[in-house]
């Protein structure tokens, strides 16, 4: 089994994280005092608890030594992501919005300092673990966990933020579409079907590929949130029920 890469160029990729933990602190910061305590579409988790695992998941890399200390205290509770996650979550339990705002904003600069620093041969290691998708188990390479999901992770908890909050969610072709674009680029590449794809709203576009697929159209954070299990309102074509993973 050939392991899931990064098809980003690694400078790409850390210019793309440097932003998304800008604008995850500038949502951040929008948000009011009440807002904290607002469930969020991830039925386990309120704002504060939503926001304390974004920040734990950026302080895991900022240092191998933080990742280690994480990674061991989550094997203790019996390991996985859902562990890692509370873990974060629960030691964050007890800060005050304004602290966890605070960290936040040092964090996201040397998390991607870490990250960008990750060389290579490091980069295109496997994961120790297995990851099930779509029902099935794959291999990442340590890149692709790095240089991809460890951005599409906050960007997809900023939407989250967005709607349990109603505030603003800032959207741009040049970053958020990108990350689109290598959303639908993975998905094509996962179901490998037909299709015509036209996705709205700033971080949209239009996709074909081959004559013989469904025609498919709604808003482009719809589309993201579908794929990552967030149904929804969304009636699914077949071709949405493939999983991406955030």
């Given at each position: ?34 807002d904290w305590s607002k469930p969020t ?80 041969v490091i980069r295109n290691r496997r ?60 998905w094509a590449d996962r179901h490998g ?54």
């Open positions: 089994m050939e392991p899931r890469t990064s098809r980003w160029e690694h400078s790409t990729a850390m210019a793309l994280a440097a932003t998304e933990y800008d604008r995850g602190l500038a949502h951040l910061r929008r948000l009011a005092e009440d579409a991830c039925s386990a988790w309120d704002v504060h608890q939503m926001v304390a695992h974004m920040l734990g998941m950026a302080e895991m890399v900022t240092s191998l030594r933080e990742m280690v200390r994480q990674q061991r205290l989550a094997a203790r509770r019996g390991g996985g992501i859902d562990n890692l996650t509370q873990l974060q979550v629960d030691e964050h339990a007890d800060w005050s919005p304004e602290r966890i705002v605070e960290r936040f904003g040092e964090t996201g600069p040397r998390a991607v300092t870490w990250r960008r620093r990750v060389p290579r994961l120790p673990e297995l990851q099930r998708i779509n029902g099935a188990d794959e291999s990442w390479t340590l890149g692709f966990l790095f240089d991809v999901i460890l951005t599409r992770d906050p960007w997809m908890h900023r939407t989250d933020l967005a709607l349990a909050t109603q505030t603003v969610l800032e959207l741009t072709p040049e970053h958020d579409g990108f990350l689109v674009a290598g959303v639908v680029e993975e079907k037909d299709f015509d794809l036209t996705l709205t709203g700033p971080a949209g576009g239009h996709w074909t590929v081959g004559v013989n697929g469904p025609v498919i159209e709604l808003d482009a954070i719809d589309y993201c949130r579908v794929l990552s299990g967030r149904r929804g309102p969304v009636e699914l074509d077949e071709l949405l029920s493939t999983e991406v993973p955030f």
